[in-house]
């Protein structure tokens, strides 16, 4: 599987707007998953939409899946300054455990 | 629960000198995973193990790359001998099984000199 490319690289926002960021993929997926990185930090793991899903709620995070275009995409609904991260989404292929990681897209979040 | 610890937080060395981080996954989880983060590659995997068992190694750079699983609850990264271009932050990640979340400790951020 080649890495997935999210869109934009970096995103900056004022508190109260919503976010939205996007995520394309190559193989067939079993899932697909995005996390949160803040800066000097492990990953934190968001939300994960499985292959025969095409949209998923957490809070105030929506996820949406569309296999036939190979993307997915991440909205924040409402930011704050505290989702200030960089966001990556990750693949995890039918054929086993690899979960290969996107290059992340830079959000900031304007108080 | 404590989480995925990673030892240690911050290592400086010379070139050609050993390194060895260290890694204590989730307690539960049987599979764990070594990730490198860098600006100029982004986060790659180097191997994943799954019941201590190593099952794709084939993202390890090199023979000076090896990683080891003893027990459920210890694993080690082992650069030997180590150059400049291994600076990066390492991650240990765990997880329940296939297709389940990965949880990450902190990382292990080496600087080669």
């Known amino acids: 599987s080649q890495q997935g490319e999210e869109d934009p690289q970096a995103l900056s926002i004022q508190e109260g707007e919503n976010a939205t960021m996007n995520c394309s993929y190559k193989t067939s997926i079993n899932n697909l998953q995005w996390y949160r990185q803040n800066s000097g930090r492990g990953l934190v793991h968001l939300i994960l939409?499985?292959?025969?899903?095409r949209e998923k709620h957490s809070g105030r995070l929506r996820v949406t899946l569309d296999t036939s275009k190979k993307s997915s995409s991440l909205l924040i609904t409402a930011s704050r300054a505290a989702d200030t991260a960089s966001y990556f989404c990750?693949?995890?292929?039918?054929?086993?455990?690899?979960?290969?990681f996107g290059e992340g897209t830079q959000l900031t979040v304007n108080p | 629960d404590a989480g995925v610890i990673q030892s240690p937080r911050h290592e400086v060395t010379e070139m050609g000198q050993e390194v060895t981080l260290r890694c204590k996954p989730i307690?539960?989880?049987?599979?764990l995973f070594w990730y490198r983060q860098t600006m100029m590659r982004g986060l790659e995997l180097l191997i994943y193990?799954?019941?201590?068992?190593?099952?794709?190694d084939s993202g390890m750079p090199e023979d000076r790359f090896s990683a080891k699983m003893p027990n459920a609850s210890f694993s080690t990264l082992k650069i030997q001998p180590s150059e400049p271009r291994d600076s990066a932050v390492y991650f240990c990640?765990?997880?329940?099984?296939?297709?389940?979340?990965?949880?990450f400790g902190n990382g292990t951020r080496l600087t080669v000199t």
């Open positions: 193990f799954n019941n201590n068992v190593p099952i794709d």
């Open positions: 990750a693949d995890q292929e039918t054929s086993g455990s690899r979960l290969t």
């Open positions: 307690s539960g989880h049987n599979s």
């Open positions: 939409i499985r292959s025969n899903e």
């Open positions: 990640a765990s997880s329940t099984g296939y297709y389940s979340p990965l949880h």
